[in-house]
Nanobody
Framework: QVQLVESGGGLVQAGESLNVSCTAS????????MGWYRQAPGKERVLVAETDRDGRTNYALSAEGRFTISRDNDWDMWCLRMLCRKHEDTAVYYC?????????????WGQGTQVAGSS
């Protein structure tokens, strides 16, 4: 019902900036929340940043102040800006959307894009 496609990622040096973006298609009007998660090797997938239609924005403590999540007004695209990237930011990043219906909620994920440092 909702398809998510990520772009961006890549290999950057510590201290540099990087953008990743997510484009949604399908039933985009049903999306309630959108965001980004990341998963390092051998670790659990954790929240990086998210926003929802009630105007709430949440960041991981490690990301707040350095990362910014943005979206367009049609709720079909959102981006994550990573400033001053650190070694511990290395992970596979996944875009995420939560759809709320009359019978519950559903989560959709992109395929992931790797962000790695060269230092």
């Amino acid at each position: 019902q909702v398809q998510l496609v990520e772009s961006g990622g890549g290999l950057v040096q510590a201290g540099e900036s990087l953008n990743v973006s997510c484009t949604a298609s399908g039933s985009v009007t049903s999306i309630y929340a959108m965001g980004w998660y990341r998963q390092a090797p051998g670790k659990e997938r954790v929240l990086v940043a998210e926003t929802d239609r009630d105007g709430r924005t949440n960041y991981a403590l490690s990301a707040e102040g350095r990362f910014t999540i943005s979206r367009d007004n049609d709720w079909d695209m959102w981006c994550l800006r990573m400033l001053c990237r650190k070694h511990e930011d290395t992970a596979v990043y996944y875009c995420h959307a939560r759809v709320i219906t009359g019978v519950g909620y559903y989560d959709y994920w992109g395929q992931g894009t790797q962000v790695a440092g060269s230092s």
